[in-house]
C-alpha cells in the first residue's frame, strides 16, 4: 500500500481543511469588495483614491493615473434626497451648498471651495440664538446624510399646462436598400419586436423616407423639394415625385412600415461597399426630413453596408478636395445635430473599414453610436434600438468644481463639448453631454497643482488638522418623464494623509483600471484620427 510520503499528490486531510479556510477567507474577502465596488458604483462621483498623499511631488513620477468617474444617472435613487426649490449657490463661485458647507450664527454660510461668504441666508434661522430652529430640519440638503441631492427648478405658481412641442421626438429610419436579403430579414425581425414592444411608448411622429441619390449632397433645390413635399399625406405612388415621402403617426403606420420592410429584398447575397459621401447624403436628407416638423429632438436610425476602406478608394471622392469636402459636411452635419438635440445611431453590417473613424466623429459626440451589424446579434441590435427610446434626460450640462489641490488634465467620455477653467485655486470643468443614458459617465485625469500649499502635513503630536480635497459634481437635465428641468449633485470629499503606505493601500484597483482603459482607448482614438 502507498504511503503519504509515496504520492505527493494525496494531501493530509488536516490540510485540505486548512486550504478550504483560506478558500472561505478569500471568498469573504472577494464578497466584501464586491459589495464595496457596488457602493461605489452607485456613487454619482467614483474616486480612484480615497486620500491624496501630501507630498505633491509623488505625483511627478506616479505611475498609475488618478482620476474621477462620474455617473450622473447610475446610482441609488433611493437615497437621493429631493428638494423642491433651486440650489442655494456660492456668489462668488457658484458652487451649490452642501453638508461641507459651513453656517454662520446669521444664517449666512462659507463656501468650502473660494471661502467667501454668501449673503442670502437660510430664512434666519440663526439671527435669534435664543429661538435657533433644527437648520437641517428645514434643510435636508444640509445634512450629513445627504449623499445625492436633486433640485426641482419649477416652482409651484409656475405655469405647467402640456404642450405637445416639448415632447415631440421624431424617429427616422434610413435603410440601405443594398443590404442583403438576410439582413433585411434581421432588421425586419429584430424592429418588429421593439416596435410590438414600444408601440405605447413612442410618441412623436416617425418618418419613412426612400433611398435618396447617393453619389452628391443635396443641392439648393433639393432641399426646397423636400421641404415642399415632405408633408403628412404627400402621395408616394407618382413616379415624378422620387422625393416624396410619407410622414405620418407611427402608431397608425406600424403594419405600413414593416410591410416597407419586407419588399427591401435583393437576390444578390454580397456585400457592396458604400461611400461615405452616400452615408452624409442619407442622413443629409433624414435631417431634412427632421426639419419639415417641429420636434423637439429626434434621433436618426441608419442600417446600411460598410464603407470603402480609405478615401482614395472611395469612387465618388476621387479629386484632390475629398478631405475638404467631406470634414465640411461633417462639420455642418454635427453643429445641425447639436443644435436640433438630433442623434444618429448607425448599424454597418460586413467590416468596418477605417473609415468608420470618420463617421465616429459625426455620431459620437452628439450621443450616438456606431455599431456591426450581425446576425448573431440580433439581441444586442434590439436592446440598442429599445434603449435608444428610453433615455435618461436630454438637454443636459455637467459641471464639476475641482479643490485647489488637483487639477484637471484631461477630460474622456462622449460629450458635446467639454471646458476646463481655472476660478482662483480652484478648478471648473463644464460638459454639455446633450442626451444622456444610465449609463453615462464622464472621466476626468488629475494631477496634483503646481501651485498646491505644501500644507503643514509634518502635524504636530496632539494636533488635529482635516486636511481634505473637495469636488462637487452638478449635473443640469430635462427629465425625460416629468418634462422638467432639473438639477442633481452631489458633494465628495478626499481626506489627506501624510502617510505614503496609507495613501498607497487605499488606491482603488477597480476604478483605476477602468482609467488606465480609457486613457489608452482615448490616446489611440486620437492617433487613429490624426492619421484619417
Not at 486550504?19 to 459589495?35: G, R
Amino acid at each position: 500500500m502507498e504511503t503519504l510520503d509515496e504520492c505527493p499528490c494525496v494531501k493530509p486531510v488536516q490540510q485540505s481543511l486548512y486550504n478550504m479556510d483560506s478558500l472561505i477567507d478569500v471568498s469573504s474577502s472577494m464578497d466584501e469588495e464586491q459589495l464595496e465596488i457596488e457602493k461605489k458604483q452607485n456613487c454619482m462621483i467614483v474616486s480612484s483614491v480615497d486620500c491624496l498623499y501630501s507630498d505633491p511631488t509623488l505625483f511627478d513620477s506616479f505611475p498609475l493615473p488618478i482620476g474621477l468617474i462620474i455617473h450622473p444617472f447610475l446610482h441609488n435613487s433611493d437615497s437621493t434626497i429631493h428638494i423642491k426649490s433651486k440650489p442655494v449657490r456660492c456668489e462668488n463661485c457658484g458652487v451649490v451648498a452642501s453638508k461641507l458647507s459651513e453656517v454662520e450664527s446669521n444664517g449666512c454660510w462659507k463656501c468650502t471651495f473660494c471661502s467667501s461668504i454668501s449673503s442670502e441666508p437660510y430664512k434666519g434661522e440663526y439671527i435669534n440664538k435664543n429661538k435657533q430652529i433644527n437648520i437641517l430640519e428645514c434643510y435636508p440638503e444640509l445634512s450629513e446624510d445627504a449623499e445625492t441631492v436633486e433640485f426641482g427648478t419649477c416652482s409651484e405658481d409656475e405655469n405647467t399646462l402640456y404642450s405637445p412641442t416639448l415632447d415631440t421626438h421624431a424617429i427616422i429610419f434610413v435603410i440601405d436598400k443594398s443590404l442583403t436579403t438576410k439582413q433585411f430579414l434581421h432588421i425586419q425581425n429584430s424592429l418588429s419586436v421593439v416596435f410590438i414592444i414600444e408601440i405605447y411608448e413612442l410618441g412623436g411622429q416617425i418618418g419613412e423616407a426612400d433611398v435618396y441619390p447617393g453619389s452628391h449632397l443635396p443641392s439648393a433645390a433639393d432641399e426646397q423639394y423636400v421641404r415642399v413635399h415632405e408633408r403628412e399625406g404627400s402621395d408616394r405612388t407618382k413616379a415624378s415625385e422620387s422625393f416624396a415621402s410619407y410622414l405620418a403617426p407611427f402608431e397608425v403606420n406600424q403594419t405600413r412600415f414593416l410591410d416597407i420592410l419586407s419588399t427591401f429584398t435583393v437576390k444578390e447575397e454580397r456585400i457592396h461597399p458604400i461611400s461615405i459621401l452616400t452615408f452624409l447624403t442619407a442622413t443629409r436628407y433624414a435631417e431634412l426630413l427632421f426639419s419639415t416638423g417641429v420636434f423637439a429632438s429626434g434621433q436618426i436610425i441608419v442600417c446600411t453596408q460598410g464603407f470603402f476602406y480609405d478615401l482614395p478608394s472611395d469612387p465618388y471622392l476621387r479629386m484632390g478636395s475629398a478631405e475638404e469636402i467631406v470634414d465640411a459636411e461633417l462639420l455642418h452635419q454635427r453643429l445641425f445635430c447639436y443644435q436640433n438635440h438630433l442623434v444618429i445611431d448607425a448599424y454597418l453590417s460586413g467590416c468596418m473599414y477605417n473609415s468608420i473613424r470618420i463617421l465616429k466623429s459625426l455620431i459620437t459626440p452628439p450621443g450616438g453610436s456606431v455599431l456591426l451589424l450581425a446576425d448573431s446579434f440580433q439581441t444586442d441590435f434590439i436592446n440598442c434600438i429599445a434603449r435608444s427610446f428610453h433615455s435618461a434626460s436630454s438637454s443636459s450640462t455637467l459641471t464639476i468644481h475641482i479643490g485647489e489641490g488637483m487639477e484637471v488634465e484631461r477630460v474622456l467620455g462622449t460629450c458635446m463639448t467639454s471646458s476646463i477653467k481655472r476660478f482662483g485655486n480652484s478648478s471648473v470643468v463644464t460638459v454639455e453631454l446633450g442626451r444622456c443614458f444610465a449609463s453615462t459617465s464622464i472621466t476626468l485625469l488629475l494631477s496634483a497643482a503646481p501651485n498646491r500649499r505644501p500644507l503643514p502635513w509634518k502635524i504636530p503630536v496632539g494636533v488635529e488638522i482635516a486636511l481634505s480635497e473637495q469636488i462637487q459634481a452638478e449635473i443640469s437635465y430635462v427629465d425625460r418623464v416629468s418634462k422638467q428641468r432639473l438639477t442633481r449633485l452631489q458633494t465628495f470629499c478626499v481626506q489627506g494623509t501624510d502617510d505614503r503606505v496609507d495613501f498607497l493601500s487605499r488606491i482603488d484597483g477597480y476604478s483605476t483600471a477602468v482609467l488606465i482603459a480609457k486613457d489608452v482607448c482615448s490616446n489611440v482614438a486620437s492617433l487613429s484620427s490624426g492619421s484619417v
